[in-house]
């Protein structure tokens, strides 16, 4: 079952709605008093939905929000409420709004519109909606060239193709989704990548193959520390990225601790109570942990330990928080977990008290979504009709104007010819100029290595010729001299230091070591990260030492691309200090814009 997502995450919906509704997504301006309105209704609405709503009607009716955005911001709310109904309400606004007009011809708004319907079907569970929405969403998202969330809309048609009965394509699906992001490396493709992951879990838990959850797990631990050791590579200005350190430790702290409840899971339902409460245990002092919401999501694997008190204050707490709102799946389940810890417990009669309203609960709801159902499908019929009223219509004029629309097909044809014809020689001649570019910089790289190469020996030649100078004079002055004879690194402003060391660095080809850091640098020149840092920070274009170091190794790449075509992609990767030959290519194709292999082709 796919993860509620409640308090937690509508905490933090505010920057959801402004990066992927207020600002990146949005292809025209919003005022500033729209984007306090949809954040203000997303922190009343868990607190206090009908003051969040009357909120929005009422900037709706005075003109401070479009009335396109704020049937979009409804729908969104109810998307994330765990009342069925407002979660039905959901669809029924999206699909509204695919309709209009303003919508058909506006692709972002179709994105966010499309995106609405994906979620809130995966939240009502109806795995036919979800298939459709999912695929009409993926279509989308690569006409507009974003390829990652298109895997990920992918990964969310394989679970939705196992749970109406095609296991093995659905599975080969959410598979091959994971394997394509894996090779990409922005904040973008890895959030995609561990929602993939988390949906392929999905399908192991309910399949019942608990230990292949834990290597999937891993996974999304292991792209979690790649980002909390390179954060800098990952606030990247990218499609739903955060801007600020805190906001991408709170990905990483919510991820992660799903992460530790999948394995803990696993690992109870594999009889493992030892490495299942360690997991609990990492995952207690996370951040997510501590919430309702983390707590909720570790509740039934304490039932499987056998740890029922926890469990129920849990239920007690989460029932709570429902204020009376009970008539709903989440209730239903804890109906259920009751009945099964007081089984456990030996109170038979409780235990049946509990699965008796549990089975009516179910009922209700089961009755109350078929009704659901059948007034979708009703409204999707009369829909239907009256299209093909408009087809109709629509044929007619066009028998009327059969003569000019054959005149317009061949004008179209053959100005599609000519814009053919234009594009193809203006991507030649793009390409041509790229080639130039690249080529021009491989030579400017030879000459600023040269360069540096000269600045380096000049150091070592001074350096040898006071040691020749000083033979025969006692230790104490042989070591002053010496002394006096090396640069003072510390004496040496910013910009001086960063010529020195990156001279040094090229020279002794440091760069192209698989480990070069700052610790590596400051253990060479005996300097301080500070001051190491501050060096390539404010003393050079670089925005740090491992810009440095990567561009450095790049244009290294670039040189033994052309000058040995007799190496492979990986032996020029591993001569040029690049541990991982995916890290290489991606890094490549963001400084070229062209592959490698694509840029060798080119210099032949």
């Given at each position: 079952m796919e993860i509620h997502v409640n308090r937690y995450f509508l905490c933090s919906l505010v920057v959801v709605l402004t990066l992927c509704g207020c600002t990146a997504r949005r292809p025209m301006s919003v005022s500033p008093d729209s984007q306090y309105i949809e954040q203000r209704a997303a922190e009343l609405y868990e607190k206090a939905p009908a003051q969040a709503l009357a909120l929005i009607d009422s900037a709706e009716q005075t003109g401070a929000i479009a009335d396109f955005r704020a049937e979009l911001l409804r729908a969104r709310l109810f998307t994330w409420s765990t009342g069925n109904q407002r979660q039905f309400m959901a669809l029924q606004?999206?699909?509204?709004?695919?309709?209009?007009?303003?919508?058909?011809?506006?692709p972002r708004r179709q994105q966010e519109v499309l995106e609405l319907l994906v979620n809130a079907s995966r939240m009502r569970h109806d795995d036919e909606l979800l298939l459709r929405w999912s695929m009409e969403y993926a279509k989308l998202l690569r006409g507009l060239g974003k390829e990652s969330e298109a895997l990920r809309a992918e990964a969310d048609i394989g679970m939705a193709m196992t749970h109406l009965g095609q296991q093995t394509e659905g599975m080969a699906k959410i598979d091959n989704a994971i394997k394509q992001l894996k090779s990409h490396s922005n904040f973008n493709a890895i959030l995609s990548y561990i929602l993939a992951c988390k949906r392929k879990i999905t399908?192991?838990?309910e399949t019942g193959h608990h230990?292949?959850?834990?290597?999937?797990?891993?996974?999304?631990?292991?792209r979690l520390t790649e980002m909390e050791e390179h954060p800098d590579d990952f606030i990247d200005g990218t499609e739903h990225a955060p801007t600020t350190l805190e906001q991408l430790q709170d990905y990483c702290d919510f991820y992660g601790a799903q992460a530790l409840a999948f394995k803990a899971a696993?690992?109870?339902e594999m009889d493992d109570g030892m490495k299942a409460r360690r997991e609990l245990a990492l995952f207690g002092k996370t951040d997510y942990g501590h919430t309702l919401d983390g707590r909720k999501m570790i509740a039934p694997t304490l039932g499987r330990l056998g740890d029922y008190p926890a469990m129920l204050a849990i239920y007690r707490a989460a029932e709570a928080e429902m204020k009376g709102d009970t008539l709903r799946h989440d209730f239903a389940d804890i109906l259920l977990s009751r009945a099964e810890a007081a089984e456990a417990q030996g109170y038979t009669v409780a235990s049946l008290g509990y699965r008796k309203r549990y089975e009516a609960l179910l009922q209700i709801l089961n009755d109350r979504q078929h009704r659901n159902q059948s007034h979708d499908y009703a409204a999707r019929y009369h829909a239907q009709e009256q299209q093909m009223e408009i087809e109709r219509q629509q044929a007619i004029i066009g028998r009327k104007n059969l003569i000019m629309a054959m005149s317009a097909i061949i004008m179209l044809l053959a100005c599609a010819f000519a814009f053919y014809f234009f594009r193809q020689k203006r991507f030649v001649d793009y390409k041509n100029h790229v080639l130039v570019e690249q080529m021009s910089e491989a030579i400017d790289y030879k000459q600023k290595y040269e360069e540096a190469m000269q600045s380096a020996k000049g150091y070592s030649q001074k350096y040898e010729e006071t040691l020749q100078a000083i033979k025969g004079e006692t230790v104490e002055e042989t070591e002053s001299t010496v002394k006096a004879a090396e640069p003072d690194l510390n004496a040496m402003t910013d910009e001086e230091l960063f010529q020195y060391m990156s001279g040094v660095i090229l020279s002794e080809q440091l760069h192209l070591k698989p480990v070069c850091d700052r610790q590596t640098i400051t253990s060479r020149f005996g300097l301080s990260e500070k001051r190491v840092g501050a060096a390539f920070a404010k003393g050079s274009n670089f925005k740090s030492l491992a810009s440095f170091v990567r561009d450095s190794r790049l244009e290294h790449a670039a040189q033994l691309l052309r000058q040995h075509p007799e190496m492979t992609i990986g032996e020029v990767a591993a001569a040029s200090g690049f541990a991982s030959h995916t890290r290489f290519t991606a890094d490549f194709k963001t400084r070229y814009s062209v592959s490698p292999t694509e840029f060798r082709s080119m210099t032949k």
């Open positions: 606004i999206g699909e509204t709004l695919l309709s209009h007009d303003s919508v058909k011809h506006h399908v192991l838990r230990e292949e959850i834990l290597p999937v797990a891993q996974l999304i631990q292991d696993a690992y109870a």
